[in-house]
């Protein structure tokens, strides 16, 4: 089982579950965790070979990931928990990890709050993708994360996102990061699909202003998924609102 912490609060009965992104773990929820315990039980996961996570599933790096058995890392989780249904919040890729697991299993999930939502590659994520895949039994990996994470967040008033989450990404391994890395080529039928299917799970997108590479297609999103999405756009912020 994924490593995880629980923030209890004994006048509630309800939870809310926090999920990173790729490099990151459950420490980058800092400035959130004292506001949502005020009024909710809050579960936080370190995913596959992040954080805490890294030395407990070692067994499990021999196999290939794929974004549904990542999911089912969470709902274990929360079976073990004995946590019928919990609000989710997530960040990046985090966010496909929690759309994910309401496809399979929208009874669990009361609600979703998707930060830095991924819902489509553009032509500059496609092309950073096939650099990726080039590159990654060449170049140490953090000379690629440092490479991604100036592209996706490239401005001077994003410099405290990056350098949290390169600092994050320096407890991965190589091995673990090539993994998660071949992820993408599943990405983009499983994207077109959340694009087309609008789940009924109140949905809340939560967006920088200066996300360019992922802000438009959300847009698009919204529009068609009016009757349970709604977008809050953060201004003068890039991809990883939570920061």
Known sequence: MINYSIYKNENSTQWVTFVHGAGGSSTIWFKQIRDFQKEYNVLLLDLRGHGNSKTILKKAFQKKYTFESI????LEVIDHLKIEKSHFVGISLGTILIRQLAEIHPERVQSMILGGAILKM????QILMQLGNVFKYI??????????AFVIMPKRNHKQSRLLFINE???????EFIKWFQLTAE???LLKLFRQVEL????LYVMGEEDYMFLPSVRKVV???YKSSKLFVIAQCGHVVNV
């Open 200 to 203: 009924e799970i109140p949905t």
């Open 223 to 225: 529009e068609r998924h």
């Open 169 to 175: 990404a320096k407890k991965l391994y190589q091995k």
């Open 139 to 148: 170049l140490p990996y953090l000379v690629l994360y440092r490479f991604f």
């Open 187 to 189: 990405i983009n039928p």
């Open 71 to 74: 999911a089912n890392d969470l």
């Open 122 to 125: 553009n032509y500059r994520s």
